[in-house]
């Protein structure tokens, strides 16, 4: 028997225009690259989103085209969250950060139509336009008076907002339809693209609104300093919309004093970032006593990314008296799986107790199955202790690659595998333990051990290199190479970083060099990793 609902799309249109409808004065403040400080509503954003929508459908975009941006969090990029995928094209969002030929190869490995990019851009879009396969047409994001010179081809966003009006019915389509693409920064080989659907967006924006969830609402003002770039802003963009909460976007400064200044001024009850973000937040507080703290509204900090050590929690509580939320994801789960909020027979713990949970990942929130299991896929138990390979599966959840990369990437029941080692306790706080792969997170991304080696081996005095990552106070994690200098060879650190430094990307490159007789290896020659942690637990990088 078929129930009797209606049965209503859940498409990203719909999130905009309700934040139009019933929050209409609701702000959002925007930095710009040019130094603007910028004032707008959900009511003047649904209209400029309608009118790039309008603008794109001209140049002839359809349903399923991507759409690329290299771009900061701006309004302007906001509207394009709502305008691309609203029309039914795909929101491609690229990483900046990564290396030059890993945007080369994500660009034209997603075929984009179009790309907007914001000016602090211009030079690498210059670079990189006449390798881009697809890409036909090229957007400054910005107006007519601060276009770039030498790229008098490309369009002026705000002269495609200009040439259209904003009467627009949003297409209806299937919920299950492509709205956005983010790759993932790659461990080994190249990127891989997840391609997300209008309908796992509006499900997960539902739990970054729930108690147990971010607790997002229509009172917060929310400063984003997690990048539109990084697995859809962890779908703030969309969730700020569903709530009518009040966005602060600071564009391409995410330095201590600006961050300060943004949160002072506009009031802000929450904010997001990586713990970077946040150490250098603290030490900009730290190094100017005289600021007036009281001025801070902050009530919650949401942390991911990367762990977040358990110090910087205690210290956002001692500084601001936030509550610090850590969550755990990845570009795979949307990227929310498990988020740390206390449960009510936490209340009477002291706050030493309850760090020690904050520390952990988070508890599994409804959307998202967790579970562990041993080398041989056999689930282990929910004790706390017992440690296994972290799997997950739930509707905003990939099923696949974008065109198939990587080939099968769930069990037969349905199981991703993170690539996370972890416990899990019988109230559903996840902690990871280790990494299955020894890629090293560093300030919220990735970097590929295995890539740095194979572009350190690939200097003709280095017979054999390692990449391990260490401790590091500001960073979380830096990686440290190790090399086995070929019989004879004459070089040094200096000389490996110098010809690593147009091989990655500048923050790939390791903190220290080391040179070593040999590497350890197990019995079918792979690099035995952990007894280099082991044995270099307690170097202490240069800088």
Known sequence: MRALMQERQLLISTLIEHAALNHPLTEIVSRNCDGETVRLN??????????????????????????????????????????????????????????????????????????????????????????????????????????????EDCLCY????AEQDDELDWPQFEETRASSLCY?????????????????????????????????????????AVPLFHVNAWGIPYTSAMCGAKLVLPGPWLDGKSLFELAAAEGCTMSLGVPTVWLGFLKYLDDHP??????????RIVIGGSAAPRAIIERLHEKLGAYTIQAWG?????PLGTIGNLLPQHDGLTLDEQFALRAKQGRVIYGVEV?????????LPRDGKTSGDLKVRGPWVAAAYFKGEGGDVLDDEGWFATGDVASIDQQGFVQITDRSKDVIKSGGEW???????????????????????LPHPKWQERPLLLVVAKPGAAVDGADILAFLADRVARWW?????????????????????NRLREQFKDFTFKH
């Not at 609203?86 to 690229?94: D, E, Q, R, Y």
């Not at 705000?158 to 907002?161: A, I």
Request: with cysteine; hydrophobic share 40%.
């Open 447 to 469: 970097i590929s051990s295995i890539d740095l080696e194979n572009a350190a081996v690939a200097h003709p005095a280095v017979q054999e290199a390692a990449v391990i990552g």
């Open 158 to 161: 705000e002269d495609l907002v």
């Open 509 to 529: 490159l390791p903190d220290d060099v080391v040179f070593v007789e040999e590497l350890p290896h197990t019995a079918t020659g792979k690099l035995q990793k």
């Open 371 to 379: 579970r562990i299991t041993d080398d041989n896929n056999r689930p």
């Open 42 to 151: 959900y009511s003047q954003l649904r209209s400029r989103a309608a009118k790039i929508a309008k603008a794109l459908i001209a140049l002839g975009i359809e349903g399923g085209d991507r759409v690329a941006t290299l771009a900061w969090n701006t309004h302007r990029h906001m509207e394009l969250y709502f305008g691309v995928s609203g029309m039914g094209a795909v929101l491609h969002t690229v990483n900046p950060r990564l290396f030059p030929d890993q945007i080369e190869y994500i660009i034209n490995h997603a075929e984009d139509r179009v790309l907007f990019f914001d000016t602090t851009f211009a030079e690498l879009v210059a670079r990189l336009r006449p390798k881009l396969k697809f890409t036909t047409t090229l957007v400054v994001m910005t107006d007519r008076a601060h276009m770039p010179a030498g790229l």
């Open 290 to 299: 005289e600021l007036d703290l009281s001025r801070l509204r902050f009530d």
């Open 184 to 224: 993932t920064s790659g461990t080994t080989g190249n990127p891989k693209g997840v391609l997300y659907s209008h309908r796992s967006t509006v499900l997960h924006s539902f739990t970054a609104c729930a108690s147990d969830g971010l607790k997002v609402s229509s009172r917060d003002c929310i400063l984003l």
């Open 330 to 334: 990845m570009s795979e789960t949307s």
